[in-house]
């Protein structure tokens, strides 16, 4: 028997407390302004819901005390458990909604998450004429009917489901969500087995209210404001949306917006107006879209989150609308916008790189279409990994003469790579991507196994050869195995490390010089020759110079120009010979394109030069055919 009872006075305070709750809550609402996404519209609608649950409490208690009538109590009575239901089904639509998007969902996925709300609501409907869930007279109270236990299991069922859930995608969650959510779940739990041990308690109202605030409260910290005379968002809650975008695999663009002479226009028509015209900008394009779908990247740059239509079209559009002749103040300032997209997932496929794209966008200056260089960054990327994959990468060689001996005794090796979408791409484009991913590694050691192929294959003396050079990436020296996986690379092909010169270049990037300097002496020890590349663009270099064992020092085209460059630039050339000379180096000249260039080079003592006015880097049959004729061999 399930009486009403005498504790009830008790239990009336607790729905008195949850109203007061919920009123504080309503106060807190309408003092901010806020996206309403459907994570928010679902909390709202289970606040409403939960609002609800004590009224209809009170109302049902009441009704049964001032005796009003059958009807009323049994009305009411309903409407308790079916707006109780509701709440624990929001809760989940809540927790579902932080990841997934009402559009993914499939439909046997929504038929599964209504079902138990659909029998509940049923079977409530029922009891007016089968006494499903309860009996009502006015001298029995109520008495639970044979199918009560149902209003009981559907809510725990979905605050199950929530838990299980929120287990299942931990990953896609953040720490902060889940905290609270695992505390709003525990606060429930506990009111749930407190009500089954303590029968005539009904405190779950109460912890259904304080849940709905915690959920609020958390929903409105996380949220980045609206900047109230712009329409604008902050940027975080762009990445939040982009991140649940992403996760769901739903297509979408960013249109990102740009005053690209802001500095310019800050000279000139100073800060304040300039600012100005920012806002006058931001809240054309705030008032133009949706509530939430525009958001501040910088004072100067926007970013529209679009997912209907073609955003090409609408780049266009708006591109005409913005960069026009803007009235500030009665001043006549015209704006340069810059605009570009991001197609998610035709451009870009991952969310780190979408974050890249949109900070370099907003730190660019003037230029445009430097955004599509993160693009071209990410395909270059995914063309390495073909190369590495489909063995496309290739070695060519330039030969570099001696000028003493007026032969050709070395060659660089150069890596290249064709792909089959991008076609040609240039070392100085993908070696710097592939230091970044560290795929250099892979590449490096392909380059010197083809080298130390080459040489195998070849008699080295009977083609004037005395060795090859190749480039080392700094990443790669740095790498622990680095003298152990150039030993077995070189065992595997019985080379002696005297045909090998490896080409050092100097960087300001932050590796560790101890390692770098240790490997390099290491190699030295071996026998491995070292060359320091591009001497005259790097840092440093001298210092390195004198501290490793270089037995030749690379002039970098730029270095080389000097030498028909005026008279002045001409003596730092022949003084850093001189000094490179006196340490037992020789010098190579890189980037010989004249003959003015080679004559002069032969006329001040340069060892070795490099250049187009030779030979450009060769695949390794003309390479070889070229040494043959060159150096008069066979
Ligand atoms: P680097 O080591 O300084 O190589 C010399 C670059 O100058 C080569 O460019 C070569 O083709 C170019 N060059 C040679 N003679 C002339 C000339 O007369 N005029 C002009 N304008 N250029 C000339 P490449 O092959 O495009 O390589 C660029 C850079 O990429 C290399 O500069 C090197 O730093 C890097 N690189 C190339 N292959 C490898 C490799 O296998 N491993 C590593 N780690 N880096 C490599
Ligand atoms: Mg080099
Ligand atoms: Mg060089």
């Not at 000279?267 to 394009?285: E, P, Q």
């Amino acid at each position: 028997m399930y009486y009403w009872g005498d504790i009830m006075a008790f239990n009336f305070t607790f729905d008195i407390a949850a109203l007061i709750v919920f009123a504080v809550l309503i106060i807190l609402v309408a003092s901010t302004k806020h996206i309403m996404d459907d994570t928010f519209k679902i909390l709202y609608k289970l606040t409403a819901a939960a609002v609800l649950v004590p009224i209809f409490d009170i109302c049902c208690g009441d009704s049964v005390r001032y005796e009003v009538g059958y009807v009323s109590t049994l009305v009411f009575a309903m409407l308790f458990f079916l707006a109780h239901t509701v709440v624990t089904f929001y809760f989940l639509s809540y927790v579902m909604a932080e990841v997934e998007m009402r559009q993914t969902r499939s439909a046997i996925y929504k038929f599964f998450i209504y079902l138990p709300l659909a029998i509940c609501v049923v079977v409530i409907l029922l009891t007016p004429w089968f006494n499903t869930i309860f009996s009502y007279s006015i001298e029995a109270g109520f008495v639970k009917g044979p199918l009560y236990p149902i209003v009981g299991i559907v809510p725990v069922f979905y605050f199950l489901w929530s838990l299980v859930y929120t287990i299942y995608r931990r990953h896609l969650l953040s720490r902060s969500f889940k905290t609270m959510i695992f505390f709003v779940l525990t606060l429930n739990f506990a009111a749930i087995f407190i009500e089954a041990v303590f029968t005539d308690i009904a405190i779950r109202n109460f912890i259904i209210s304080v849940s709905a605030i915690i959920m609020f409260f958390f929903e409105m910290m996380g949220r980045a404001e609206i900047e109230e005379d712009t329409n604008i968002v902050g940027k975080e809650y762009l990445l939040e949306e982009g991140v649940r975008m992403i996760n769901n695999k739903y297509p979408f663009s960013i249109i990102l917006v740009k005053m690209s002479n802001f500095e310019a226009l800050s000279d000139t028509f100073g800060n304040n107006n300039t600012t100005a015209l920012a806002k006058n900008i931001a809240s054309y394009i705030g008032n133009r879209f949706k509530l939430g779908r525009c958001f501040r990247i910088s004072e100067s740059t926007i970013a529209i989150l679009n997912t209907d239509g073609d955003s090409g079209e609408l780049t266009k559009q708006l591109y005409a609308e913005l960069d026009n002749s803007w009235d500030v103040e009665g001043l006549d300032i015209s704006c340069d916008i810059l605009m570009t997209h991001i197609d998610f997932p035709d451009d870009i496929d991952d969310f780190d790189n979408i974050v890249a794209a949109i900070r370099y966008f907003a730190k660019m200056e003037r230029s445009a279409g430097h955004i599509n260089e993160r693009i071209r960054e990410k395909q270059v990327e995914t063309a390495i990994e073909r190369g590495l994959k489909n063995n496309s990468f290739e070695v060519y060689y330039q030969p570099i003469r001696d000028l003493d001996r007026d032969t050709f005794v070395t060659a660089e090796a150069l890596v290249r790579l064709t792909d089959p979408e991008l076609g040609p791409i240039s070392p100085g484009e993908f070696i710097p991507i592939a230091e970044n991913n560290g795929t250099i590694v892979a590449i490096g050691n392909f380059v010197l196994e083809t080298v130390c192929k080459f040489i195998s294959e070849n008699d080295m003396e009977e083609l004037g050869l005395h060795y090859i050079e190749l480039n080392l990436s700094v990443i790669q020296c740095l790498q622990k195995d680095f003298i152990e996986t150039v030993e077995r690379i070189v065992g595997k092909y019985s080379i002696d490390p005297k045909y090998l010169c490896l080409e050092v270049t100097e960087t300001a990037s932050n590796y560790s010089p101890k390692v770098f300097t240790r490997n390099l002496a290491a190699l030295g020890e071996r026998g491995y020759a070292l060359a320091l590349d591009d001497f005259g663009t790097g840092y440093a270099n001298i210092e390195r110079m004198v501290t490793s064992d270089f037995r030749i020092v690379k002039f970098d085209k730029e270095m080389t120009q000097y030498s028909t460059g005026e008279e002045r630039l001409q003596e730092v050339f022949e003084k850093m010979q001189n000094v490179i000379h006196s340490m037992d180096s020789m010098v190579v000249a890189e980037g010989v394109e004249t003959k003015e260039q080679y004559e002069y080079l032969k006329s001040i003592g340069c060892d070795y030069i490099q250049g187009y006015y030779f030979s450009k880097p060769v695949p390794q049959e003309d390479f070889v055919e070229f040494v043959k004729e060159n150096n008069r061999v066979g």
